[in-house]
T-cell receptor, first 113, second 117 residues
Framework: NAGVTQTPKFQVLKTGQSMTLQCAQD?????MSWYRQDPGMGLRLIHY???????DQGEVPNGYNVSRSTTEDFPLRLLSAAPSQTSVYFC????????????FGSGTRLTVV | AQTVTQSQPEMSVQEAETVTLSCTYD???????LFWYKQPPSRQMILVIR??????QNATENRFSVNFQKAAKSFSLKISDSQLGDAAMYFC??????????????FGTGTRLKVLA
């Protein structure tokens, strides 16, 4: 089925470890983004990309890196995990025109201990 | 900068009744898109309904409809004949048009809807 595939669904990390959250979409969407969701704070934008080779920072980029080598893939890297990065992470994609809205991945619940 | 405000952190509704969730936004632009997303306990974000600012007619999707008041910058969601499956967190979102050169979505903080049997 067409959509946004996000892996893993759950992850526990120790402080200082690094990892990559994977995100892939098969809808040829130009725009992809990563959000974190924390209680009472809604969705906060971490990084986004408007096309292959183009990325930019969102509201809360510190401690995260992204790259976009292809239209389909947009991985999020945690460089050195901290307890403050415990959250639910969502990847989302949208066509440039944007009228139809975002398609979201199923989310990753990350716990840093 | 654009902002989206959902002033009701939590609401309750009796099954089969109607409930309205509020959303206001701040923008200086005339063309934009507005969305309501539903997040059930499964965590999946689901698009409920969308509205294009240049359209005066309020969007409707089955039991879901919006009251779009452009001048007041208000975009409320009405759920009719509420069902237990409607229990979820609901997020309002704003997106600037592609002509703005940016594609960012701005989300409100959400309203948790409880449906009482």
């Amino acid at each position: 089925n067409a959509g946004v595939t996000q892996t893993p669904k759950f992850q526990v990390l120790k402080t200082g470890q690094s990892m990559t959250l994977q995100c892939a979409q098969d809808m040829n969407h130009e725009y992809m983004s990563w959000y974190r969701q924390d209680p009472g704070m809604g969705l906060r934008l971490i990084h986004y990309s408007v096309g292959a080779g183009i990325t930019d920072q969102g509201e809360v980029p510190n401690g995260y890196n992204v790259s976009r080598s292809t239209t389909e893939d947009f991985p999020l890297r945690l460089l050195s995990a901290a307890p403050s990065q415990t959250s639910v992470y969502f990847c989302a994609s949208s066509p440039r025109q944007g009228r139809i809205g975002y398609t979201f991945g199923s989310g990753t619940r990350l716990t840093v201990v | 900068a654009q902002t989206v405000t959902q002033s009701q952190p939590e609401m309750s509704v009796q099954e089969a009744e109607t409930v309205t969730l509020s959303c206001t936004y701040d923008t200086s632009e005339s063309d934009y898109y507005l969305f309501w997303y539903k997040q059930p306990p499964s965590r999946q974000m689901i698009l409920v309904i969308r509205q294009e600012a240049y359209k005066q007619q309020n969007a409707t999707e089955n039991r879901f409809s919006v009251n779009f008041q452009k001048a007041a910058k208000s975009f409320s969601l009405k759920i009719s004949d509420s069902q237990l499956g409607d229990a979820a967190m609901y997020f309002c979102a704003y997106r600037r048009p592609p002509t703005s050169g940016t594609y960012k979505y701005i989300f409100g903080t959400g309203t948790r809807l409880k449906v009482l049997a």
